[in-house]
């Protein structure tokens, strides 16, 4: 039985799980993490095309159909456990895996954080979000959906719509649309660590108002009125209004006056 506190939402038609591993690119190469493998519908998908698949679950009752589907796959593993506790680097093995998964939407955004943070372990990822969630990950600077979850994701990833999938295709069927999406984690963002990423959601914790509003619960005055005047802003500067880079300069800045 499907539990709600897991949002569980299966996707059982087997062309549209096809189509996800085809438009992934999975190859007999890949190692694939998949967050949520369920009832391993997708798995099978993934298993039939990757070298080695790590099916991580958190629902126990799941597990025995992870284990059917180990039968017919040898090269699935199963995971019990949360994916927020699991970690990248060492199922990776000294190399880079794959992520693929249709994300629980109540944990959305600390999976995509987490994926962010152990981004050296992981190549790409190839997830199923909320429309919403979709939309904002991919949201241009300036546009209501725009915001710091916006802003990482770009800042560290080239992310891409690769395609929509419609409430009605999920078992049972969520009350809104989903997003099929890709984050290629782009190698010229080793810089981008964990104060960095805290300091872009700081930005935007006061969305819809002054920047300066949100900087100055952290920082003192001098110091935003010199990246004021080092990144030539006005005061009325808004985050949702500012190109994912300019995160990283401001944050420099602050560095270099704090120190």
């Known amino acids: 039985m499907l539990k709600r ?22 190859t007999g190469e890949d190692t694939v993490v998949e967050i949520g493998a369920g009832q ?15 099916a991580v679950e958190l629902d126990r009752e799941m597990i025995p159909h992870l284990e059917a589907a180990c039968l017919a796959f040898p090269n699935i593993e199963i995971v019990s456990g949360d ?17 693929m998964g249709n994300i629980p939407y109540g944990i959305t955004g600390p999976i995509i954080f987490k994926l962010i943070g152990e981004r050296r372990s992981i190549e790409s990822a190839y997830l199923t979000v909320q429309k919403e969630i979709g939309e904002r990950m991919t949201a241009n600077p300036g546009t209501r959906a725009y915001g710091s979850l916006s802003a990482a994701s770009q800042l560290v990833a080239d992310v891409k719509v690769l395609m929509h999938v419609r ?7 969520p009350k809104v649309d989903s997003i099929y999406l890709g984050m290629r984690f782009r190698d010229d963002a080793e810089d981008v660590d964990d104060a960095l990423l805290s ?25 935003v009125e010199a990246l004021y005047e080092k990144m030539d802003f006005p005061r009325s500067v808004r985050a949702e209004t500012l190109e994912p880079g300019i995160f990283r300069r401001m944050y420099e800045v602050l560095k270099k006056t704090g120190d």
């Open 5 to 26: 506190r897991f949002s569980q939402n299966l996707i059982k038609d087997g062309n549209i799980l096809r189509k996800m591993v085809s438009l992934a690119g999975i």
């Open 40 to 54: 391993g519908d997708l798995t099978r998908a993934i298993a039939s095309s990757a070298a080695r698949v790590i």
């Open 83 to 99: 994916i927020l506790a699991v970690d990248m680097a060492g199922l990776a093995r000294h190399g880079t895996v794959r992520v």
């Open 167 to 173: 409430a009605q295709v999920f078992i049972p069927p």
């Open 199 to 223: 300091f872009i959601r700081q930005a935007f914790s006061h969305k819809r108002k002054f920047m300066r509003h949100a900087l100055l619960e952290v920082f003192t005055e001098a110091e």
